[in-house]
Each structure stands twice: as structure tokens, then as C-alpha cells.
């Protein structure tokens, strides 16, 4: 009956979001419905709300969103990502590379928003040799790969505490795998871009455009470095690079003052601490816990149990959810180290790619003005070549110890 509640759960949350409805109302109808079919007690519920609004994760992942946010704010009033765009485009001169990287780099800043800044980039360069879906796909699929592997992110923080890995011996380990996820767009769409280049640049302009991608990027780069080899809060590393970059970039008050208010994006909050109450009602129920159970039954091996685990539990309860609940048991049941890490992280990012709860997504059709389902067809393919590479890619970690 558990696996039955949960299908219940997640279609909730499909209707809802058919129903054009917010994330947030989704999660909560969701959350209603499960309280409604595992009868929690009316006692029991408080303390389930009060975890997950006020629960150390959320707070931490609260004030990680905001200072990310913040100094978001901070590079565009300079216009600093679009820089990075234009010096990317000097450097290369080839649209191709371009319209995957310029996503990517914008995709670098943990926050809903940066998919809006990179759609009208991927438009301008793809022009009308891509479709609209296929526009959508590159927009959302390149941010979103820095989500595979990249420290800045909670989800891949949570990770690395729980299953005790080091950050830098992980991003090294995932950059194989971000390879794959670069090439494996690049063969199912990208390709299609003529291969036409733009007028090749001088040496003293190239130079000029690798100082002006550093001068754009930089705070980006301290925040990514420092979160690999300091065992800090984030939004304590964040903080202090945005008072350097605040002195760097002489911000007037005025200009800080106003960024207090524009960095607190209510919505993503609100989204956040309702999916970390999803996640104590899904704790409460013990759900979860007994999905071992019922893929014990599969004829597949007990990693590739765990995997699976983790890609349907992701599409159902969205990555940190899983997360936070999964990565425990693997850990406890099986020592495969850092490999099992790799896999299930790779199959969360490729969950995530068409999962419902993934709020990006809603973002992104909105902004293309087309059906999320238009979306999650040009993802597919994608996915599913992905995850048979992750898979293999496991097994070859194993091999060479």
C-alpha cells in the first residue's frame, strides 16, 4: 500500500501542475494527500511542519539560496554574465560551442532565475535552426549540468556530508560524466546548428575577452574553489566573497540596500521549505524506507536497486528529498565509495531532467509559452542514453578500483 500512497503523492502533484498551478501548491496538495492516506496524527503534524520550515537543512539551504541570489544580483547590475557570454563568443567565434557553454556558465549560479538569462542568448544564436522545444531543451538541459556535480549546489552538499566524500575528489570523479552530458546534447540537437563562425578574432581582442571572462567570472570561481577545499557554510563563503566584490566593484549603499529585497525570491523559498515538509511527511511514513523491499524482487544487482531507487524516487520527491533519505541506507547497505556516489547522483540530475517537481522546468515552458510535456519529449532520448552511460560508467569505477 506504501508504493500505492506514493503514486498517489506524485500523481497529485502531475495534476496540480497540469492544472497550471504553482510548485508550492502542488507540494502542498501533495503533502495534504499524504497526510490524508498515512493518517498522521493531528500531534505528530506540528512537529513535522516545524521541521521542515525551521530544520537545520532548510535554514542552511535557505540562507545558501539568498547570498547565491545576492550576489547574482550583484553580477548582473554589472552586466557581468552577459560579458562572459560576449567573451566566450570572442574566444571560440563558433556558435555551436557557444550556445552549449553560455547556458552553462549562467547555469554556474544556483538560482531559477538563471535560466531566464540564458534562453534569450540560446534564441539569438540558434535562430530558427532549432525548434522551440529544441530551444527550450538546449536552455534548461545545459544550465542545469553544473547541477550534476558543482558544490554550490545544496543537494550536492547534502550529498557529500552524508555519504562522507570529499568535494574536490567528487567533482573530479563527476567530470567525465559531464562530458557525456555535453556531448550527448550536442549529438541529439546542437548538431543541427550550421557550423557557420563569426569573424575570427585578433590576438589583442582575444586577449582582451580572456580578461574580461576572468573579471566577469571570478566571484563564481572563489565560490566554487573555496566550497571544494573549506569545510564552511556556504552562505558563509558566498558572504564573503560578495563583500569583496562589493568593494572590487565600488556598490554603493544605496545599491546594496536595494539588493536585500531583490535577492529574496519568495517563490523559491516558499518552494523549498514545502518540498523539506514533503520530505518529513515522506521521513514520517516510513515509505521510503521500504522501497528496498520492493525492487529487492527485480533480477538486478543491489547498486543498480539503489539507482533505480534514486531515478524514480527523484521524478517522485525531486533530488534533495532523496538525498537526504537514500544516501544513508546505500551508504550503510553497500561499500562501493565514491563510484555508488557518482551513480546516484547522475541518475538524480537525469530524474530531474523530467521530473514535475523540478521548478525550473515550469519556468522555462512558461518563458517559451509551451506545454511541459513538449519538453520532457526532447529530454528523453537524452536521459536515456545518459543513464545507460552512467550505469556503465559505474561499473568501469569499479573496475579500476
Known amino acids: 500500500m506504501e508504493l500505492t500512497y506514493l503514486l498517489i503523492m506524485f500523481a497529485v502533484v502531475v495534476a496540480a501542475i497540469w492544472l497550471k498551478q504553482p510548485l508550492y501548491v502542488a507540494m502542498l496538495a501533495s503533502v495534504l494527500t499524504g497526510v490524508l492516506l498515512f493518517r498522521v496524527p493531528f500531534g505528530q503534524l506540528g512537529g513535522i511542519l516545524l521541521r521542515g520550515t525551521f530544520g537545520r537543512d532548510t535554514l542552511m539551504m535557505v540562507l545558501a539560496f539568498y547570498t547565491i541570489t545576492y550576489l547574482q544580483r550583484m553580477l548582473e547590475k554589472r552586466g557581468r554574465l552577459l560579458e562572459a557570454e560576449h567573451a566566450l563568443s570572442v574566444l571560440s567565434g563558433n556558435k555551436r560551442l557557444n550556445i552549449m557553454i553560455t547556458p552553462f556558465i549562467v547555469g554556474l549560479m544556483p538560482s531559477i532565475g538563471a535560466v531566464l538569462i540564458a534562453a534569450p542568448i540560446v534564441d539569438k544564436i540558434a535562430g530558427d535552426e532549432l525548434d522551440v522545444p529544441e530551444r527550450a531543451f538546449v536552455s534548461s538541459f545545459y544550465r542545469h549540468i ?176 532523496m538525498i537526504a533519505i537514500l544516501i544513508p541506507i546505500a551508504f550503510a547497505a553497500a561499500q562501493a565509495g565514491m563510484p555508488l556516489l557518482v551513480l546516484l547522483m547522475s541518475m538524480a540530475y537525469i530524474a530531474m531532467q523530467v521530473s514535475p517537481t523540478h521548478v525550473c522546468l515550469s519556468v522555462v515552458v512558461e518563458y517559451y509559452k509551451m506545454p511541459l510535456v513538449s519538453l520532457i519529449k526532447k529530454t528523453i532520448p537524452v536521459v536515456l542514453a545518459a543513464m545507460a552511460v552512467s550505469v556503465a560508467y559505474y561499473y568501469l569505477l569499479l573496475l579500476i578500483g
Open 146 to 321: 553544473s547541477e550534476a556535480f558543482l558544490p554550490t549546489y545544496a543537494h550536492i552538499l547534502m550529498a557529500l556530508q552524508l555519504s562522507g566524500n570529499q568535494p574536490l575528489r567528487f567533482v573530479l570523479y563527476m567530470l567525465p560524466m559531464v562530458g557525456v552530458l555535453f556531448a550527448l546534447g550536442y549529438v541529439f540537437y546542437v548538431r543541427k546548428i550550421s557550423k557557420d563562425k563569426d569573424v575570427a578574432a585578433t590576438k589583442a581582442q582575444r586577449k582582451a575577452a580572456l580578461k574580461q571572462l576572468f573579471v566577469s567570472m571570478w566571484t563564481v570561481l572563489v565560490v566554487v574553489l573555496l566550497m571544494m577545499v573549506l569545510r564552511l557554510p556556504v552562505f558563509v563563503i558566498v558572504l564573503g566573497v560578495v563583500l569583496v566584490n562589493a568593494l572590487l566593484e565600488r556598490f554603493t549603499w544605496k545599491e546594496l540596500g536595494a539588493f536585500v529585497m531583490k535577492a529574496f525570491e519568495t517563490k523559491l523559498i516558499f518552494n523549498t521549505i514545502v518540498i523539506m515538509i514533503f520530505k518529513e511527511v515522506l521521513v514520517y511514513s516510513g515509505a521510503l524506507m521500504k522501497m528496498p523491499e520492493y525492487f529487492s524482487h527485480l533480477p538486478i544487482p543491489t547498486d543498480l536497486v539503489y539507482a533505480l531507487m534514486m531515478l524514480v524516487g527523484t521524478v517522485i520527491a525531486g533530488s534533495q528529498a
